[in-house]
């Protein structure tokens, strides 16, 4: 349980319903362990008197033997009817008290479930972009989804436990001891107790194996959720390719391994607990039959073999609480894999605001790879001024992206530094530094949400009339007038009920209302067909007007025309400068240039257009 105290401090918020939850889970212990055992022996006597016909005494009836209860003896015409109340009487205690603490415990159990979701969900916010490369989108669904019950599950479901069962056991225990002295004969019945101890080591045992198992079928699961997630978001694909058999294969594959693991550990949870009642029931065994020539009356034997049921009852409980902490143990290793990430890029102790109105971005002598290998960029030296139009251009991988990324922080330099406004980008917040930057890209995120929406995201506290002239601008009204829900229509997952052309002008109708002075335009032209990427084209232009703009695009259509063309080339720049004179001194860029205007692609081979623009 050490792993867990850091966590309790998420009942803090819940910790009344919480403790009311554990006063009545007590209640209810006391009234199984202790309280029906003793309405057993008391009752069963009044209901069935003795072949003598006298009735026995109930637990209000107190005579030399019973000195330690009340003095109140009850008529014998009432005692069979204070026998029929009183048993229904301790079964509506221990109802209530069960009820209620499995209530106020789910209360508590949500509650705690909401708040270790929102705890890892929000650092998966604060981590940077690498983390969610190096994992699967299913996974991390897992972990956030599935992984924190079982945390949770600890937290509240096995704490509650803890709490309770030893008062079951407890009660349970002094009734056999109270009946104990008062029988002598069922000594041998307090004997059986010494399988109590016996029982402990299958616990360790199974525990330890449990552990194991639960951790592969969490990590199975997560294999399970990633496929299943890369299926859903690529149905396209996957038909255009006839991979349906495929998928259907990969996923029954996972499924089948998920099952394996799953069955191995419900062979180990479930197993302890028929061996627990196995040790009980032949400990009982022996002490009934030492006890066959005793002279012990029927109801204190009843009585007894309930309280010992009560008593190896949370010695079970006990046990799976064991495993529970196991199966918790490995999920709370998944989630603090995400907990404990490190957040590589921070926002600074004492963060430097960043001059307004202005746009300029400087690198200076900056050095970036990925994960320690080897340098996406080389000492990168460049200086944008305010308003200026910057155009990124060389073969994939020659680091143009990794060089935009740099501008808004989605990481952080190796060596070097970038400057926003003459601040280090590292010393100003993150909030205030991407306030000044715009992006759209090539395949723009929509959420699942209505168009209105999705254009607020650029400024949350714009009002209408600001979304609507955004929009204008964007060239976007006239297909969201003309959509039947106008702009209350849901755009659907990722946008996919809009084509490409209406995506990327609500993107850049975000944009617009961002009216951030620096802009980056990352291939946001390169998927469209000609009559919207024309469309496109003219909203980026009057977007651009006045802004620090960077542009990377595979069509030199689009980006012959900025101020400045910076050639990318092995992580370095090879050059800079405007067009004319880059298509004339640097022979790298004449070389990307020509082969795409100077020498076409056959008539009806389209293929060949994708060649041209990947070499950009």
Known sequence: MKRFLPYYSLLRAVIWPFIAAILFGVGYGIASGFGLPFMINKVLPALFPSETGQLARLVIVSDEKYAWLPNIIVPAQYVLLVAVILLPLTFTIRGVCQFCNVYLLNYAGIRVLEAVRTRVFSHLQTLHLDFFRKHKSGDLISRVSGDTAHVKSVIVDTTNDILIQPFTFIGALFYIVWIAVHEPGTVYFIASLLAVPIAVLPIRMIGRKLRRKSHSMLAQAGNLNAILTESIQSPREIRAYNLEERETSRFRDEVRKFFRQQMKVVKYDKMLSPIIEIISATAISIAIYQLHETAITQSAVVSLIAALYFAYEPVKRLGGISNRIKQGEAALARIEEILFAPVEVAEPAAPRPIPAGRGEVAFEHVTFGYDAGAPVLRDVNVTVRSGETIALVGPSGAGKTTFINLIPRFYDVGSGRVLVNGIDVRDASLADLRRRVALVSQQPILFNDTI????????????????????????????????????????????????????????????????????ILDEATSALDSESEAKVQRALDELAQGKTTFIIAHRFSTIRNAGTILVFEEGRILAAGPHDRLHRDCPAYKALYDRQFQSPPAAGNPDSTAAHQDSL
């Open 452 to 519: 209105y929406n999705n254009i607020l995201l650029g400024k949350l506290d714009a009002t209408r009339d600001e979304v609507e002239e955004a929009a204008r601008r964007a060239h976007a009204l006239d297909f969201i007038h003309a959509l039947e829900q106008g702009w209350d229509t849901v755009v659907g997952e990722r946008g996919d009920r809009l084509s490409g052309g209406q995506r990327q002008r609500i993107a850049i109708a975000r944009a617009f209302l961002r009216d951030a002075p620096i802009l």
